[in-house]
């Protein structure tokens, strides 16, 4: 399984990106996939799953109601919808994937996938 993400950039307080990854390997729509994300001397931080299986996306409190993850199967391609963005968004981030599910509470955790993209910057200026 290889994972490419890419979207990233420069943007200003308050605008929008999205964030793509793309996934190659065997039958993407059975693998849970999640976005997290790591600032500069500070530890990688979960943002977003969605499982293949539950069908429901899972948000860290700091980015719900304004991120937004989801999945094309028929693309192999997994979404991160950015919007009202805040300087504390800044960080590298990376896509991540797993065939295994477990509770919600583990699937926050970066140790419980297995696969993982290179990472895309994101710089949000005031």
């Known amino acids: 399984v290889q994972l490419q993400a890419s979207g990233g950039g420069l943007v200003q307080v308050g605008d929008s990106l999205r964030l793509s990854c793309a996934f190659s390997?065997?039958?993407?729509?059975?693998?849970?996939l999640g976005w997290f994300r790591q600032a500069p001397g500070k530890q990688r931080e979960f943002v977003a799953v969605?499982?293949?299986?539950?069908?429901?996306?899972y948000y860290a409190d700091s980015v719900k109601g304004r991120f937004t993850i989801s999945r094309d199967n028929g693309k192999n391609t997994v979404y991160l919808q950015m919007n009202s963005l805040k300087s504390e968004d800044t960080g590298v981030y990376l896509c991540?994937?797993?065939?295994?599910?477990?509770?919600?509470?583990?699937?926050?955790?970066?140790?419980?996938?297995?696969?993982w993209g290179q990472g895309t910057q994101v710089t949000v200026s005031s």
């Open positions: 390997g065997p039958t993407f729509s059975d693998y849970n």
């Open positions: 969605t499982g293949w299986s539950t069908g429901m996306e």
């Open positions: 991540a994937a797993d065939l295994s599910w477990s509770t919600i509470a583990r699937m926050k955790e970066s140790r419980m996938y297995t696969h």
